[in-house]
């Protein structure tokens, strides 16, 4: 067996980050017969997908940002403002980002990320199924990925 002897740096370098990247994404293509068909596609890269809701002055009530990306949602914020939780509004953000990505995007599975005391209730109401729980991330709090198939 041979040892090799190596130096550790620390600190931040975009082209070094750059290059593991693209390091990365080439070993991935390699391994992957879904991934090498993606390459060159329009499905390999993200589209933004976001849905806003103004109240009647036009001030923003709630919206979601996610994005898409091959056949899946990805709900990375919801947030509904005050006054107009229990409305039922997150519900339908939520119900608007699934139809854009389904009917307009081919998507036939959505996922989000969230926190213990944020919403795994109402993404669970939502038809939403827990595949991931992550105690302790951060300390004291619990996070959830939760994934739901579309119609």
């Not at 109240?55 to 107009?84: E, I």
């Not at 519900?91 to 944020?118: I, P």
Request: proline share 6%; hydrophobic share 35%.
């Amino acid at each position: 067996m041979v040892s090799r002897m190596f130096r550790m740096e620390t600190g931040d370098d975009k082209d070094r980050r750059d290059l593991l990247r693209r390091r990365l994404r080439d070993t991935n293509t390699q391994a992957s017969p879904v991934l090498r068909a993606l390459r060159g596609t329009p499905a390999e890269r993200e589209l933004p997908l976001h849905v806003w809701a103004l109240d009647a002055d036009g001030a923003l009530a709630g919206g979601l940002v996610g994005h898409t990306w091959t056949t899946w949602l990805h709900v990375t914020y919801l947030w509904v403002d005050t006054p107009h939780r229990g409305s039922g509004l997150g519900g339908r953000l939520l119900a608007e980002a699934e139809r854009l990505a389904h009917e307009e995007r081919g998507c036939r599975d959505s996922r989000v990320e969230t926190w213990d005391f944020q919403a795994p209730e109402f993404y669970r109401k939502h038809g939403y199924k827990v595949v991931c729980v992550i105690p302790d991330y951060p300390p004291g709090i619990t996070e959830y990925t939760l994934t739901k198939r579309l119609p």
